[in-house]
Antibody
Framework: VQLVQSGGGVVQAGRSLRLSCSAS????????LHWVRQTPGKGLDWLAL????????SVKDSVIGRFTISWDNFKNTLYLQMNSLEVDDTALYFC???????????WGQGTLVTVSS | SYVLTQAPSVSVAPGETASISCVRN??????VHWYQQQPGQAPVLVIF???DRPSGIPARFSGSSFDNTATLTISRVEAGDEADYYC???????????FGGGTKLTVL
């Protein structure tokens, strides 16, 4: 199982950015993909989850309306569309995978997002 | 809101036992998972379902839960165990995953 991330970078506050997480080697049945972020020197903050068929979806209240999680079946890629970015969104963003109701057994390498004022 | 409280840091000498706690009211009724994160790396699952170990995780790592506290115990601590450790629980009310604030384990 491999999760390879791309799409981070430096962006001005108020702008948008899309993160990608390419998944391979996964049996997508009964599998969920997640986005988790980690602000510099701080802890882990779960943001959202999605199943490959989109039947399971959950997004943390604090980012609803700004962040959208989606999945491309043809590319086997998970996305996090982040709009109206704020300085406080500056963080290392991870994608991760798990079976339904299970902890995260696979993680991407992380991608850094820096939001400047 | 659903909060898991962890002490910011724990220090232990090599060969000793480290206990890392995760506190929430009646946490013994929840299923708790634990992750280890080395600097600059993604987290790694070390304990799932309160006290099960994934393959490849040494038996020195164990978990338990009683009343309001879940505990990750690392026996015969080694220098390589120095890392941040996070507990994790599923919040059924909001369909969220919740992480504790993390504990930095320092091996003296």
């Amino acid at each position: 199982v491999q999760l390879v991330q791309s799409g981070g970078g430096v962006v001005q506050a108020g702008r948008s950015l899309r993160l990608s997480c390419s998944a391979s080697g996964i049996n997508f049945n009964d599998y969920l993909l997640h986005w988790v972020r980690q602000t510099p020197g701080k802890g882990l903050d779960w943001l959202a989850l999605l199943s490959y068929d989109e039947s399971s979806r959950s997004v943390k209240d604090s980012v609803i309306g700004r962040f959208t999680i989606s999945w491309d079946n043809f590319k086997n890629t998970l996305y996090l569309q982040m709009n109206s970015l704020e300085v406080d969104d500056t963080a290392l963003y991870f994608c991760a995978g798990s079976r339904q109701g299970a902890p995260f057994d696979n993680w991407g390498q992380g991608t850094l997002v820096t939001v400047s004022s | 809101s659903y909060v898991l409280t962890q002490a910011p840091s724990v220090s232990v000498a090599p060969g000793e036992t480290a206990s890392i706690s995760c506190v929430r009211n009646n946490i013994e009724s929840e299923i708790v998972h634990w992750y280890q994160q080395q600097p600059g790396q993604a987290p790694v699952l070390v304990i799932f379902n309160n006290n099960d170990r994934p393959s490849g995780i040494p038996a020195r790592f164990s978990g338990s839960s009683f009343d309001n506290t879940a505990t990750l115990t690392i026996s015969r601590v080694e220098a390589g165990d120095e890392a941040d450790y996070y507990c994790q629980v599923w919040d059924f009310n909001r369909d969220y995953w919740v992480f504790g604030g993390g504990t930095k384990l320092t091996v003296l």
